[in-house]
């Protein structure tokens, strides 16, 4: 029998990998998405049979509304307010989509139940709620979240729990470390390195300016990530997993990585607000620090222990993390030479 799954946040990095891994598995998708008035479908549009709904997390009625129509077997909750740095500007906004949106929909699921109708249910739950806990990091360790978008997800990760303790529901958390794609969103540091380093190689732009150097999170490869969520709802019995890649690497390792990727060899000079890395044969000047983007409060070591996951679910990841910066790159250099210079104004 065909299986149907409802993703939120469909247009999303993670989203569109889910998407197409579920078309290839035979699943009936539909995906929810926000109405905007400039298209976002570039993630999605090459999905031959993935059915586009418009939906927002902070509308109860129109979540409730898709559940019962749809009547998914299986529901992924990836839609988010997803950038920590902006998540300090927008903290209402955080707590509404990421904590409270997902409330919505259990509370839909919890109602639903006197149908009879079972619905799997998955969290994006995050690393960021680890905070500034010690490293490594596993199921067991103390949630300490140092942003709006970190506690705003510890919150919907409580109330899964709490629904399915309370009600019974299959509902899971996927405490993700942080993953990345060639489909990235740009606002990412992983993206902006990757995009930037290709536009100056060939010759569209001079520097790339970074926040922290010294940050380091354990990155690994979103499709790798979104194939252990399928697997978590695969399960008899729901249950919270670490998925992660186990290494981690700093904002400046990621930098070198990136360059190393296009035949660059970046050395550093200076220290603090004022270090500069610099090409090794030329002398140029390649990466500055911007202090605006440091963040009010910053995670400085996530490091994950998927222990959990690879001995019950038998996930384990496919790509390193050389794998994964290469991937990226890869993909950037075909775009680089298409791309327009960057606009004047500044965002932060």
Same mark, same amino acid.
């Given at each position: ?87 300090? *500007? /927008?903290? %209402? ?9 997902? @409330?919505?929909? #259990?509370? &839909?699921? !919890? ?84 995009? *930037? /380093?290709? %536009? ?9 300016? @970074?926040?922290? #150097?010294? &940050?380091? !999170? ?131």
């Amino acid at each position: 029998m065909t299986k149907t799954a409802l993703i939120t946040g469909v247009t999303g990095q993670d989203g569109a990998i889910l998407a197409e891994i579920l078309l290839e598995k035979g699943y009936d998708v539909h995906g929810m998405r926000c109405y905007s008035a400039v298209p976002d479908e570039g993630r999605i549009r090459h999905l031959e049979g993935l059915t586009l709904h418009y939906g927002d997390m902070s509308d109860g009625g129109n979540i409730t509304r898709l559940i019962q129509t749809i009547q998914p077997d299986e529901i992924y909750n990836l839609a988010a307010m997803s950038h920590v740095h902006v998540s300090f *500007a /927008v903290p %209402e906004m955080a707590a509404n989509i990421n904590g409270l949106g997902c @409330l919505r929909i #259990l509370d &839909a699921l !919890r109602n639903l139940q006197a149908t009879g109708k079972e619905v799997k249910f998955y969290q994006a739950s995050s690393s960021e709620m680890f905070g500034r806990s010690p490293a490594p990091q596993n199921e067991d360790t103390i949630f300490a979240p140092c942003s709006p978008y970190g506690t705003a997800k510890l919150y919907a990760y409580w109330m899964t729990r709490n629904y399915r303790e309370a009600y019974g529901l299959h509902a899971s958390n996927g405490i993700l470390f942080n993953h990345e794609s060639p489909i990235r969103g740009e606002e990412f540091v992983t993206r902006k390195i990757t995009k *930037a /380093v290709c %536009e100056i190689e060939t010759g569209l732009r001079e520097t790339l300016s @970074l926040g922290n #150097l010294e &940050a380091k !999170r354990d990155w690994g490869h979103a499709h790798d990530y979104m194939m252990g969520a399928w697997t978590m709802l695969q399960q008899s019995v729901a249950d919270d997993y670490v998925l992660a890649s186990e290494e981690a690497h700093s904002v400046r390792a990621f930098v070198e990585a990136a360059f190393k990727a296009v035949d660059i060899k970046i050395i550093w000079q200076g220290k603090g607000v004022d270090e500069i890395g610099v090409h090794k044969e030329t002398g140029q000047t390649l990466v500055v620090v911007d202090p605006t983007f440091y963040r009010p409060q910053e995670v400085h070591h996530l490091l994950g222990d998927a222990t959990k996951a690879k001995k019950i679910l038998g996930w384990k990841p496919h790509y390193d993390f050389e794998d994964l910066v290469r991937d990226m790159i890869e993909v950037d250099r075909l775009v680089a030479p298409k791309i327009m210079k960057e606009p004047k104004v500044k965002i932060v």
